[in-house]
């Protein structure tokens, strides 16, 4: 087999799905794993030209990484790849204690031959940019900057205090972070000045990402980076668009993929883990529109107790049976989230996804169904463990909604291996998404 384009590593397993999304559109034959395969598993992607491991560590602490990441660089380095990209969330929320990029920054830096890293974070399509080192996104048709993003500065686990990400990362890292503004990267001596940033060997190099014109220069400099030695990044799904825009205009990559149409289901099956005010308009759409909203409370998977996880998997086993869509939620939106009350119960949130995961896996399984969500970043990392599924593939990518691909399932298990799956983080996706998911198009 032959050395791949890309390797990656997604810190989530949405993020990771939202890579996949962005190179499988572009024509790129991309598989994401969910653990370093085996052989046979391997195997089966002969021609794949971009490989992905879905990790969980944005939810995990530093001591995880040191323990678990090295080796997962490691496969993803022997597969050769010209680069190498640590995948994060575009809104870069993370701190010090759970999700650190900075320590993730470290790790890769010392295994790919301590170069200065590029960071990339501004991805347009997804309504991310990044102006002289601060981040903005877009949020129900207004952009914010990130420390003042109605969602984002509020989020239960890590929330974004600060939009210069230089200074974000100085309270994760030692490394120290140069900025290439957008200002210097389309000025006719561009390179010059970025190998003069190179000399001085930062531990990062900020590559700004505002519009079209600087995303596509971002995919040329991403290149004569790695040429030069620097091939472990950090950043969000821009990396790709960057370096897929730049592969396009220069002939390394034809013309965009086609999808076949997706036929409408009679029934699917959505659990959700997700906080989030998007996910919450998301459910009440779905509710009005033929799905049965089943409320879970998280407490009862944290204690164990058996009896109300059985009683909400009947709930929504008998409303399937009936030819019925469900969704299984854990709370409608960030005034419903209880998260403090797990504070001081270790592992509480990675119980609660892997219970849903568990629900999920039964409910495939038994009314063998063919479609199925999980909506909720952290949520989908381990709910999707309990699927056994081995490998994604994207099925059919969402254009007006980037990021929330429906995906194809590859497993050894019969029933999960062809099962079509949304991953989908807790701010993607239009009112409708669910109701889309079902619907077909």
Same mark, same amino acid.
């Given at each position: ?170 309270e994760q890292t030692?490394?120290s972070v140069a ?37 596509? %220069?971002? @995919? #040329?400099? /991403?290149? =004569? &980076?790695?040429?030069?030695?620097? *091939? ?6 821009? $990396? ?110 990675? %119980?609660? @996804? #892997?219970? /849903?995961? =568990? &629900?999920?896996?039964?409910?495939? *399984? ?6 199925? $969500? ?18 994604l593939t994207t ?47």
């Amino acid at each position: 087999m032959t050395a791949p384009l890309l390797a990656f590593y997604g810190d989530d397993l949405t993020g990771s799905t939202d890579v996949m999304e962005s190179l499988a559109s572009s024509g790129i034959e991309t598989v994401l794993f969910t653990e370093v395969p085996t052989q046979a598993q391997r195997a089966k992607f002969p021609d794949a030209r971009a490989i992905g491991l879905a990790g969980t560590s944005r939810s995990e602490t530093p001591a995880w990484m040191d323990e678990n990441l090295p080796a997962a660089f490691a496969w993803l380095k022997s597969l050769g790849a010209d680069l190498t990209h640590y995948k994060v969330c575009s809104t870069f929320d993370s701190s010090p204690a759970i999700g650190s990029i900075g320590r993730a920054a470290e790790i890769g830096r010392a295994l790919f031959g301590d170069r200065p890293v590029p960071l990339v974070v501004g991805a347009p399509p997804l309504k991310r940019w990044t102006a002289f080192g601060h981040l903005f996104a877009g949020y129900r048709g207004e952009t914010y900057r990130i420390d003042r993003h109605p969602v984002m500065s509020r989020h239960p686990v890590t929330p974004m205090r600060e939009a210069d990400l230089a200074l974000h990362l100085a309270e994760q890292t030692t490394l120290s972070v140069a900025l290439f503004d957008h200002l210097a990267l389309t000025v006719p001596d561009a390179d010059a000045r970025l190998d003069a940033i190179l000399a001085t060997d930062p531990g990062l190099v900020l590559l700004d990402v505002l519009n079209t014109e600087t995303q596509g %220069a971002v @995919g #040329r400099q /991403l290149e =004569r &980076l790695a040429q030069a030695g620097c *091939r472990f990044a950090v950043g969000s799904s821009g $990396v790709e668009y960057a370096l897929t825009a730049h592969w396009a205009k220069t002939g390394r990559i034809g013309a965009p993929a086609a999808f076949a149409p997706l036929p409408p289901a009679e029934r699917i099956s959505v659990v959700s883990g997700s906080c989030s005010p998007t996910t919450e308009r998301q459910i009440r759409h779905a509710g009005e529109n033929g799905f049965e909203p089943i409320a879970f409370d998280p407490r009862a998977i944290v204690a164990g107790d058996t009896a109300a996880v059985e009683a909400v998997e009947a709930r929504a086993e008998t409303a399937l049976r009936a030819g019925r869509s469900v969704i299984v939620h854990t709370a409608m939106g960030p005034e419903s989230d209880i998260g403090a009350e797990f504070a001081e119960t270790e592992g509480a949130r990675h %119980a609660i @996804g #892997r219970g /849903l995961g =568990r &629900l999920q896996a039964g409910l495939v *399984r038994r009314l063998g169904l063919g479609r199925a $969500v999980i909506a909720g970043g952290d949520t989908s990392s381990h709910a999707l463990r309990q699927l056994g599924i081995h490998a994604l593939t994207t099925r059919l990518p969402l254009a007006d909604t980037p990021g929330s691909p429906l995906a194809l399932a590859h497993s050894d298990d019969p029933a999960f291996d062809g099962l079509e799956i949304a991953l989908k983080g807790g701010q993607v996706g239009g009112d409708d998404y669910f109701s889309r998911i079902r619907d077909g198009r």
